[in-house]
């Protein structure tokens, strides 16, 4: 089993930036790839960011050159910083983590954080 523990959300005025972090714990997996969805009210859960163990990203169009995901493998820790913060970016904010045990890949999700922009 692999828990993640996330930190970093809050509120915050428009325009500015905010920096969330996730680590992964646990025992005997790999991680294969880490990253954050978010899910705003009334609205599906979107990609927002992911990056491999190699360091190959993904980002949701919406947030592309705004937001910077970064993971340091050692830690099992990935870091999203988010720069130019907009209100459409209010969401509740998850880590995502594909890891590699016992002979299968598995997805994990944390609690979520909440982040809230406001205008």
């Known amino acids: 089993q692999v828990q993640l523990v996330e930190s970093g959300g809050g509120l915050v005025q428009s325009g500015r930036s905010l920096r969330l972090s996730c680590v992964a714990s646990?025992?005997?997996?790999?991680?294969?790839?880490m990253g954050w969805y978010r899910q705003a009210p009334g609205k599906e859960r979107e990609l927002v960011a992911t990056i491999t163990s190699n360091g190959i990203t993904n980002y949701g169009s919406s947030v592309k050159g705004r937001f910077t995901i970064s993971r340091d493998n050692a830690r099992k820790t990935v870091y999203l910083q988010m720069n130019k913060l907009k209100a459409e970016d209010t969401a509740v904010y998850s880590c995502?983590?594909?890891?590699?045990?016992?002979?299968?890949?598995?997805?994990?999700w944390g609690q979520g954080t909440q982040v809230t922009v406001s205008s």
């Open positions: 995502y983590c594909n890891v590699f045990s016992s002979l299968t890949f598995r997805d994990f």
């Open positions: 646990g025992s005997s997996f790999s991680v294969i790839r």
